[in-house]
């Protein structure tokens, strides 16, 4: 069992930046691959970025490539997103999950979930 808890979320101004942070429980949270997933009121739950286990390697949606960066540190069983240059379409619950070695994008592929921060950009 993972247990994942996120934190950093608030309200910013457009052009502004924002971490996240997502704490892992667990010795085995080095083996997953972790992900960062969003969801906007009425919207379906949309795949931000990802991060293999060993964090050799990352993966982003188109819509944050080039602004947002996903990380991990092993020792601290933490996951980051730091998040530039956020724009009101940004603004949504973010949340974190642990998935298999093959998770990517599909959010079914991650059966651990964090509960979520809300991250509001405003114009």
């Known amino acids: 069992q993972v247990q994942l808890v996120e934190s950093g979320g608030g309200l910013v101004q457009a052009g502004g930046s924002l971490r996240l942070s997502c704490a892992a429980s667990?010795?085995?949270?080095?083996?997953?691959?972790m992900g960062w997933f969003r969801q906007a009121p009425g919207k379906e739950r949309e795949f931000v970025a990802a991060?293999?286990?060993?964090?050799?390697?990352?993966y982003y949606a188109d819509s944050v490539k080039g602004r947002f960066t996903i990380s991990r540190d092993r020792a601290k069983n933490t996951v980051y997103l730091q998040m530039n240059s956020l724009k009101p379409e940004d603004t949504a619950v973010y949340s974190c999950?642990?998935?298999?070695?093959?998770?990517?994008?599909?959010?079914?592929?991650?059966?651990?979930w964090g509960q979520g921060t809300q991250v509001t950009v405003s114009s």
């Open positions: 999950a642990a998935g298999a070695p093959y998770a990517l994008r599909n959010p079914a592929e991650y059966p651990y």
């Open positions: 667990g010795r085995i949270f080095n083996s997953y691959v």
């Open positions: 991060i293999s286990a060993s964090g050799g390697s990352t």
